[in-house]
């Protein structure tokens, strides 16, 4: 993955038309890129991010801000203990098995 400005993008090799392929993965606009390199893909991937913000900034548009990975989660108290006493019987931070309890979800709802 690759992390400029705070946008994360994501790569992808298209071995038919031997090129990379990436896409901006934590804003909900779409902005790709590509390069038939390493260093032409990471250059694509920075020009993209800044073609973006000053698309937005033309506009007078406020850019999508990049998701920061926190987000509050209220609970039901005694569902809060019960996750909180399985997370640390399997070993793991409560933060830990929430993630990946979603993870599988998602992975079951087949969303990517």
């Known amino acids: 993955m690759l992390n400029y400005k705070g946008y994360i993008g994501h790569v992808t090799f298209d ?13 909900r606009d779409v902005v790709t890129f590509q390069g038939s390199s390493v260093t032409e893909l990471k250059q694509a991937f920075t020009e993209s991010v800044d073609d973006y913000l000053a ?3 033309k506009r007078n548009e406020e850019p999508d801000r990049p998701f920061s990975g926190k987000f509050n989660l209220r609970l039901d108290p005694s569902l809060h203990q019960r996750a909180y006493i399985f997370a640390k019987k399997s070993g793991k931070s409560l933060n830990q098995w929430v993630m990946e309890a979603i993870e599988e979800h998602l992975r079951e709802a087949g969303a990517h």
Do not use: Q, S, T
């Open 55 to 57: 698309f937005c900034a």
């Open 15 to 27: 071995d038919e038309a031997d090129i990379f392929h990436g896409e901006v993965m934590n804003i």
